[in-house]
């Protein structure tokens, strides 16, 4: 259903971080698609840094990379899961990004010798960037989350261009969603709205109105708080829309179409609603609250405490595991904490193993003790970057007998590099964007494990590595039985590593989990959970 004029809809967050304005921005996409609109989600974040490929994962969450490589915030993994529609660099900004781009053009003598300024310089460039998506012509409606919180020093450039862009656009073309926290204190009893009038007000300090508020409750907002709300907040009433708590974040669609959030957009749009068709949608949900069995598995890993670390592959599980009608139950192990005398303890009873991606040596020997465990015990493996890696190590010392086989990564002067730094890496010395980043083409071996489970023979996968499998160790690695599966055509990287005589023991050199969507689970997730499931019945 194409549109002239792009429309645009700002989310944007207040009173508390992490309030979840992703699966907000995500669930009304859905909503929104699944009306026949060209939709989109951009995430501008307030840190200076250009992108979050430098963070630590403590620090802000996995790294989500795109198809063209850029290295962008988890969020995108929401949208493209909800969405089933790649994202791209220009789906993401960063204040770190969008400074750097003024700077350059000053040095250029772009300004013509003009005082560079926050107001219009800055805001110019956030305005820019903002509308780079809809003036592709590709969509209909852009939605743009603003990270951070309202009254955060860092925000108030986004704010300043969402005034600036709302007045040039018309409210017809353009609107602000505010995402809120009705606290509930049970000592009084009771919802307060205060910080929520106290939020929008500091939003409308920055001339900014919202028009619809989306308020995050662990209780029902009754009649009378919607009324003052609506009262205090200068926003209709049937704007003021519930977002209760959810078991899962797939539900979110479902309970923002009751509310009619999509309805009130859609109006003050001035586009015509439908009936949303969530078919598919609904029937990934049934099938996710009604499995007919349950599996564990093992991630190993060394950020586990935090779930953000692996975001991509605990959903990535979700869709694979419903696809199959089975509960993945994911027990999370510190790879740190595991070595040869409790690793049987850890390992015995899960129905299958991922080691997870990760930099560094910190933890890798708990990793490769592992992979024994499993390798011995044909118990479903799956290795993911790091993971793959280590499983190559693993073989290396334990099947070869080179004792001392590393990654030069961790060891420099190992005497058997079978993973060593890649040749177009020696030379780089700057950290930030500068891994293997991306999709890259991988050829499948004719019948091997993984080109059946593909039923294909080319594929295009992820990447976000500096070191790979040395393939000087190639041919020893394989006539000793670990096969290498797929590879780089113009390379010769090897990306997959496989174990024939094992019930399922797989290595990707590349990042699965980044292309798993609700609409389409991952082949290998797929594969791994039903293997998972096979090996658990065979030993019951």
Known sequence: MTNTTTKYIFVT????????????????????????YRTTIQKLDPYINIDPGTLNPYEHGECYVTDDGAETDLDLGHYE?????????????TTGRIYQSVIDKERRGEFLGKTVQVIPHITDEIKHRIQILGKSGEYDIILTEIGGTVGDIESLPYVEAV????????NENALVIHLTLIPYLSAAGELKTKPTQHSVKTLMESGVQADILVCRTEHELNDGIRTKLARFCNVKKESVIQSIDASTIYDVPNMMLEEG????????????????DLTSWNNFTEKLKNPKSDIVIGLIGKYVELQDSYKSILEAFIHAGAANEVRVKVVSIHSEFLDAQNVKLKIENLDGVLVAPGFG????????????????HNIPFFGICLGMQMAVIEFSRNVLNLHKANSSEMDELTPFPVIDLMEAQ?????????????SWECNLLE??????IYNKNIIHERHRHRYEFNNDFKDQIENSGMLSSGCNPQTGLVEIVEIPSHP????VQYHPEYKSTVANPHPLFLSFIKAALKYKTNKQ
């Open 261 to 276: 959030l999509d309805k009130v957009v859609l109006n003050q749009l001035q586009l015509e609603a439908h009936t949303p």
């Open 163 to 170: 005034r600036q862009l709302k007045w040039e656009l018309g």
């Open 81 to 93: 899961r909800f969405l089933n529609v790649p994202t791209s660099q220009a789906n993401n900004v």
């Open 504 to 507: 399922w023991f797989i290595g």
């Open 13 to 36: 967050g207040g009173v508390s971080s992490s309030l979840g304005k992703g699966i907000i921005a995500a669930s009304l996409a859905k909503l929104l698609q699944s009306q026949g």
């Open 447 to 452: 019948n091997s494990k993984v080109a059946t």
């Open 361 to 376: 040596e910190r933890g890798i020997e708990g990793k490769i003790e592992a992979i024994r465990y499993v390798r011995e």
């Open 426 to 438: 020696k030379l780089i010395t700057k950290k930030g964007g500068t891994m293997r980043l991306g």
